[in-house]
């Protein structure tokens, strides 16, 4: 576990190492592999030092889109979610 990264963990069948590499290659988005055990199954997403909410949601936009082009099927959007998120908990405001 780690408050600094979000850990994507594939589908059966779903190379996570060839999601990555379309997420990069499309939309210019660099991700971590999955270590040891989970390598090719999971792909982390970091969110340290310079971020904030606006490049939060296009990491996620970026990883949603990668998703849908490598033919997994989503449950519902990531996107929206972290945009309802966003507007729910506004930085700043405690």
């Given amino acids: 576990y780690s408050p600094i990264l979000t ?18 290659e499309r939309f210019d ?4 592999t999955g270590l040891g055990k989970v390598k090719g ?3 982390r997403m970091g969110h340290v030092g310079d971020s904030n ?3 939060l949601v296009a990491m996620v936009a ?13 449950a519902g959007s990531g996107v929206q979610a972290i945009m309802d998120h966003f ?3 506004p930085a700043g405001v405690k």
């Avoid at 190379?15 to 379309?22: E, K, Q, Y």
């Avoid at 988005?29 to 971590?32: D, E």
């Avoid at 970026?62 to 989503?74: D, F, Q, T």
Wanted: net charge neutral; charged share 25%; with cysteine.
């Fill in 7 to 24: 850990g994507v963990v594939m589908p059966d069948g779903v190379d996570a190492d060839a999601v990555r590499r379309i997420i990069y």
């Fill in 29 to 32: 988005c660099s991700l971590g």
């Fill in 41 to 43: 199954r999971m792909f």
């Fill in 53 to 55: 909410d606006l490049t």
């Fill in 62 to 74: 970026g990883c949603e889109m990668g998703l849908k082009l490598a033919g997994v099927k989503l």
């Fill in 87 to 89: 507007s729910a908990h």
